[in-house]
């Protein structure tokens, strides 16, 4: 996908004549998918009364004013993170289009957005500028102006997003978490100050429940941070109690230490959300409470202050103040991946009568070659079934895994092979972003397959899996 001239070169799908932008993951009770990549997700209206850095979609945007929108490559830690595919503008209706201010004023233009419109907007392009019509009013502007690298009916491409659908998902999603127990978090009010309520927070997926009237205690502010010092955390505040009133977020919010000034477009916030659960649906409104992702299905969303975080809601409005992008990611507590080879007698698949016995040692790499430990570490022993022999491995935080795969060869029997395997684990970005393995065949033979069905779907957001061998350390 190339840049030029200032607009983005659309990929064509031949077989259906479709713009391939990819397709929308709709939220569910295991993850909001696709709604991460958005910092204003409103399922019904977005009142953009401010400039915002996020990406953002709606059913219908109310420019209540001119301001921009965009991302911002030099601020967002959305793109600090190293998240550079495609963002989006998705939109259905838009209510005083006149006011549109179009992108953000310092986004780099390899950072241009791709505007979608579904139904109740119109557009024509001449090539230099875009007129937006929609609820009986127009604006025409160049599209070095607008700052979108590309603008598209969403019907003409892979990409579209039925908001009530939508809003299913959040609710289910966040009464899925609403149902869960404090886990993974140490509360207590703080040795050095009293007013100070302590969240520390082991690695992994972590929940608190929290209700609403302790949250909001006058003096009261919140230090939320990792147990030594880890980073490789995830929280969800769950905020029970919520009456059928409007609700003010006054309370501040420490994140790793650092308040909303210190943790401006920063990661910290990505690393909270707050769950107002499935039935809240009254208006909420941020002020003090500035850091963190907030998710409010049924709610409508005010932000009185710069808010660093994203926001799902069913409708979001930012009064006087920018929201800003963070990408909320669910640290999965533990994922599975399947490490398989191919066993050959003799060039023939075994019968299923012959059993063989195979060892995983798991090791480190030195110097470009795979070194054992002082006793060798065997994480796993299998036997064949057929021609089939698979290692499952799992996996509790990212990084990088070495492996040797050898046969423990029986009397009579001769193994002219060991294999080493490479296994990196990652956060992933994006549903674009698919797991691959490499088969390595016990008789030289290398096979690469894709696969998609193999990692374990264990939280809101997967951990992407590349499996590789490393054939020039193989022992023959």
């Keep these: 996908m190339m840049i030029g001239a200032g607009f983005y070169q659309p990929i064509v799908v031949n077989a259906a004549n479709l713009i391939d ?35 953002f ?18 601020t967002s830690w959305m793109y600090i993170a190293g998240y550079t595919t495609n963002s989006f503008y998705y939109f259905n209706n ?38 937006l019509t929609s609820d009986g009013k127009s604006i025409k502007k160049e ?47 703080d040795s050095n100050n009293n007013n100070q309520i302590d969240i520390v927070c082991d690695a992994g997926d972590d929940i608190v429940n929290i209700n609403y009237t302790d949250f909001i205690k006058q003096n009261a502010q919140y230090s939320i941070y990792g147990k030594n010092s ?39 916030s990505a690393r909270v959300l707050f769950n107002l659960g499935p039935t809240f649906a009254n208006l909420a409104e941020f002020q003090k409470t500035a850091l963190g992702n907030v998710l409010a299905p049924n709610a409508s969303v005010k932000t009185l202050s710069s808010h660093n975080g994203s926001i799902f809601a069913k409708n979001i409005r930012n009064d006087n103040s920018e929201i800003h992008q963070s990408y909320f990611r669910l640290i999965s507590s533990s994922i599975t991946a399947s490490i398989p080879f191919k066993k050959t007698v003799n060039g023939n698949t075994p019968s299923d009568t012959e059993k063989f016995t195979f060892n995983l040692e798991k090791g480190a790499l030195t110097s470009g070659k795979f070194t054992s430990d002082a006793t060798p570490n065997i994480v796993s022993t299998t036997t064949n079934n057929s021609g089939n022999v698979n290692f499952s491995q799992a996996y509790t935080t ?45 008789r030289k033979k290398l096979q690469r397959i894709t696969v998609s069905s193999r990692i374990q779907r264990t939280g809101q957001r997967l951990q992407h899996m590349v499996l590789q061998s490393l054939p020039s350390m193989a022992l023959h």
């Design 143 to 189: 599209i070095s102006q607008m700052r979108i690298s590309d603008i598209q009916y969403a019907k003409d491409t892979t990409y579209s997003i039925d908001f009530a659908k939508a809003a299913t998902g959040l609710t289910a999603y966040s009464e899925a978490q609403y149902k869960k127990a404090d886990h993974g978090v140490t509360v207590s009010v």
């Design 21 to 55: 932008f990819g397709e929308f993951e709709y939220p569910d009770a295991s993850g909001l998918h696709s709604a991460l990549d958005y910092g204003a997700f409103a399922t019904d209206t977005f009142t953009v009364n401010n400039d915002i850095e996020a990406n």
């Design 57 to 74: 979609a709606a059913n219908t945007l109310n420019y209540k004013t001119s301001h921009y929108g965009g991302v911002s490559a030099a």
């Design 230 to 268: 880890t980073t490789d955390y995830s929280l969800t505040i769950n905020i029970t109690g919520l009456t059928a009133e409007d609700k003010l977020f006054d309370t501040p919010i420490l994140i790793d230490g650092k308040t909303y000034g210190q943790a401006e477009r920063s990661p910290e």
């Design 398 to 442: 990212s990084g990088t895994y070495y492996y040797k795969a050898y046969e423990t060869v029986p009397t009579g029997y001769q193994s002219n092979s060991v294999f080493y395997v490479k296994v990196v684990v990652m956060l992933r970005q994006r549903k674009q972003l698919q797991p691959y393995i490499l088969m390595m065949h016990l």
């Design 94 to 131: 838009v209510t005083n289009v006149d006011n549109y201010a179009g992108g953000k004023a310092d986004l780099d233009q390899k950072y241009w957005p791709i505007m979608l419109i579904g139904t109740g907007t119109t557009f024509t392009n001449d090539g230099t500028s875009v007129t």
